[in-house]
């Protein structure tokens, strides 16, 4: 009678034969950059040839929607044993950011993977081609073990546009309801808390980006000629700032902080250390709100950053007052906070503190969400993962990017646990994105154990 080990065993041996790698970097070759334009044919062949397929193999039907607003197309794939078993759904994307070839290191080609030591180079290996790659390895291994069977319906949603900001995801979802309706999702992207320790989070934060806008006038002028009798918009947007943030990246206004942490959520958080590599940036010591751990600050906390800012040329920087500035902010905000009243909010506090002249629009604006922290998910899915690894996961109340997770939590109303693989230098968004080769092992083994074990919960009476 084939066991729990048996499937874990099934997807060790595939990884170590180089299979697993083989895969990926058929999959890593398709050039799926939904940012530029001209990528729609290789979004829909990454789905059709090679996505679409490898699900057939595993026995589910798949078909393609169209995008309602002509972007990229998304893939449906149901897999269906019995009526009374869980029904879990899953998701990844297909798409990826720039390339940026000529920009990696000793010359790496993007579009292929490369494994030097523990790393294994490509873009999509992390985000999110790697991470999908692994739960459908992970699906086919307990499939084999159970000699055909899974013990759980199963429902994938791939989309070609998180890159993007999922901008029809959620108008996708909610037409196809039905289709995907399911007990639980479970799904993979973002970092794990470390390389060393399996991960759970429930959600994400939310982003809203924020354009400062400073336009006094046509041209620069001469600052010997104008110094004190010109007002200077690059001074004025750099005070504008400094009122909604201080040197310490505290946040001024109490509109752009979520309500208290909660003591569920600090409990959650409680052992968990934001340790960063010795390839990874150092924590900037008495930065952030004060009175809160790290983990707090990055998982159960707002901030506010500075994107970008211009004035003049930054290159040849001319004896001239600049006639504009610009600067571009981001509030990464946890669930409760009032995101949608945030730019009004911004812009009249600018107004009353003498700064009429800045002008505040909003743009790309994602939303926060999270599984509650006492679903028996958490409980079942933290077990699974101790029995594989022998290591505590660390539960995150949600982690510290953005996700389209609201689109499942809420617009399809289902409990949400990501377990993901990839850790945080890995690059993602960069040159040199990578994953590493023991981290890719250890998750195959989780999300195994963890197909397993929904497998080999009780049938319900209720469908």
């Not at 509030?331 to 003498?354: C, N, P, Q, S, W």
């Amino acid at each position: 009678m084939a066991t729990r080990a048996d499937a874990i065993a099934v997807v060790q041996e595939h990884f170590q034969s180089g299979q697993f790698l083989k895969e990926l970097n058929a999959r890593v070759a398709y050039r799926t950059e939904s940012q530029n334009a001209d990528k729609g044919d290789a979004l829909r062949a990454y789905l059709v040839e090679n996505l679409q397929p490898a699900l057939a193999e595993l026995d589910f039907t798949t078909r393609l929607v169209e995008s309602p607003t002509g972007r990229g197309p998304y893939l449906l794939a149901a897999y269906h044993e019995d009526a009374a078993l869980p029904t879990v759904l899953t998701y990844g994307h297909g798409d990826v950011v720039d390339g940026m070839a000529g920009e990696w290191r000793d010359g790496l080609d993007p579009w292929r993977i490369t494994v030097k030591g523990d790393r294994v180079y490509g873009r999509g290996t992390a985000d999110n081609k790697g991470q999908h790659s692994i739960n459908m390895a992970a699906l086919r291994a307990v499939r084999q073990a159970r000699g055909g069977r899974l013990g759980f319906n199963a429902k994938f949603v791939v989309e070609t546009g998180e890159e993007i900001g999922s901008p029809d995801l959620r108008q996708v979802c909610e037409a196809h309801r039905d289709e995907l309706k399911a007990d639980l999702f479970l799904a993979s992207d973002g970092p794990r808390l470390s390389a060393e320790r399996p991960t759970i989070f429930l959600g994400c934060r939310g982003g809203n980006r924020i354009h400062l806008d400073v336009d006094l006038r046509e041209g620069g002028h001469h600052s010997g000629n104008w110094g004190g009798v010109l007002a200077n918009p690059a001074t004025i947007l750099a005070n504008a700032i400094a009122s909604l943030v201080d040197g310490k990246g505290r946040m001024k206004l109490e509109i752009l902080k979520p309500p208290p942490i909660s003591p569920e959520v600090r409990a959650a958080l409680a052992d968990v250390k934001v340790e960063p590599a010795a390839d990874e940036p150092a924590l900037s010591p008495n930065w952030g709100e004060e009175g809160l751990s790290a983990a707090e600050r990055l998982y159960a906390w707002n901030t506010l950053e500075v994107l970008a800012m211009s004035a003049g040329n930054i290159e040849r920087p001319a004896n001239a007052i600049p006639g504009k500035a610009s600067a571009v902010l981001q509030l990464r905000f946890v669930v409760g906070t009032k995101y949608l009243e945030m730019v009004d909010a911004i812009r009249a506090h600018l107004h009353a503190d003498g700064f009429p002249m800045v002008k505040v629009s909003g743009a790309q604006r994602f939303a926060a969400s999270r599984a509650d922290m006492d679903s028996p998910w958490i409980d079942r899915a933290a077990k699974s993962i101790r029995q594989t690894t022998g290591k505590p996961p660390a539960i995150l109340p949600n982690f510290g990017g953005s996700l389209p997770n609201d689109v499942f939590a809420e617009g399809l109303g289902l409990p949400t646990i990501w377990v993901p693989h990839s850790y945080p230098g890995c690059s993602q968004h960069a040159p040199d994105e990578h994953i590493l080769l023991p981290v890719t092992e250890e998750a195959l083994a989780i999300m195994a154990g963890l197909f397993w074990d929904l497998g080999e919960m009780p049938r319900t009476s209720h469908k």
